[in-house]
């Protein structure tokens, strides 16, 4: 039987049996309680309490905005909806790049006041002490590399990272260094599949790709995308699951003709 049936809890060690066992992990994001619950019980492996809330959940047009209290916010309601999947939690921009103690503050304050079971943090060697750190109190930390939303306005644009000699061979790199220091699984992001598909070979830790192609150990999509809630944002790696905007938008027209028509409350619906 697959690792994945056979949990009862998603930890950081089931996620690297099932990579050992070449067992795909599904990933998706969540920044609430009612939507964590749906997604648990349908069994997903592991949410990312992605800092994605900032352009999903509050409408900024980057996640730097984000803060830790509401990163916390989130992270603790998701993890009250919760019983099986690992919960990941994103370090919000500020918290941890350029000072290694306050990273390792932020991380404590993501571990007891949300009861999330591992952070996510951007970067390579550049934040590699702050890993070490966060690492050393027992917290298990994600990397993330190829496209960063954090350092958009480092990139300029949302284009392919890693496409150059270059950038790929700091990529591959900044893979080993995280995985030396004792990060369970690397995102990768937004880079070509067949350069996923090397990291993910040379990596006996996990590496789950969004818009990385099939060659890694498992995706993750931000729920709001693959459900058709969000609209505006169609990247080729997307697939939308269902269409969730104009399920939405009828059933709102339903009800607001209902209540002119005053077909709503009926009989059975009133004490
Ligand atoms: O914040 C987020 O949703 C993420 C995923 C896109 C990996 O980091």
């Known amino acids: 039987m697959s690792v994945h049936r056979q949990v009862r809890k998603v930890t950081t060690h089931v996620l690297n049996e099932m990579k050992l066992r070449g067992e795909k992990i599904a990933m998706l994001t969540a920044y609430d309680y009612s939507l964590a619950r749906i997604l648990d019980k349908a069994k997903i492996d592991a949410l990312l309490v992605g800092d994605s809330a900032s352009n999903v959940m509050a409408g900024h047009e980057t996640t730097l905005p984000i803060t830790l209290n509401e990163m916390i ?121 067949m350069l996923a598909g090397q990291v993910s070979s040379e990596l006996n830790i996990p590496v789950i790709g969004i818009g990385a192609g099939p060659h890694v150990d498992g995706q993750i999509l931000v729920t709001h995308d693959m459900l058709g809630l969000t609209q505006e944002f169609s990247p080729r790696f997307l697939r939308r699951y269902l269409n969730l905007n104009d399920e939405i938008q009828g059933a709102v027209h339903s009800y607001i003709e209902d209540v002119r028509l005053k077909d709503f409350p009926n009989k059975n619906e009133q004490y």
């Open 73 to 193: 916010y989130h992270a603790s309601s998701v993890v009250r909806g919760v019983s099986r999947a690992l919960v990941i939690v994103d370090l919000p921009f500020g918290t941890y790049q350029g000072n290694s103690r306050e990273a390792l503050s932020s991380a404590i304050r993501i571990m007891k006041e949300t009861g999330a079971h591992a952070v996510k943090l951007e970067g390579g060697s550049e934040v590699i002490e702050s890993v070490d750190r966060i690492l050393s109190a027992g917290i298990p930390v994600m990397g993330h590399l190829g496209l960063m939303p954090q350092s958009i306005h480092k990139f300029g644009t949302y284009v392919v990272r890693a496409t150059g000699n270059e950038e790929a061979e700091k990529l591959v790199r900044d893979a080993h260094l995280l995985e030396e220091s004792g990060c369970f699984g690397i995102v990768v992001e937004k880079i070509p599949a």
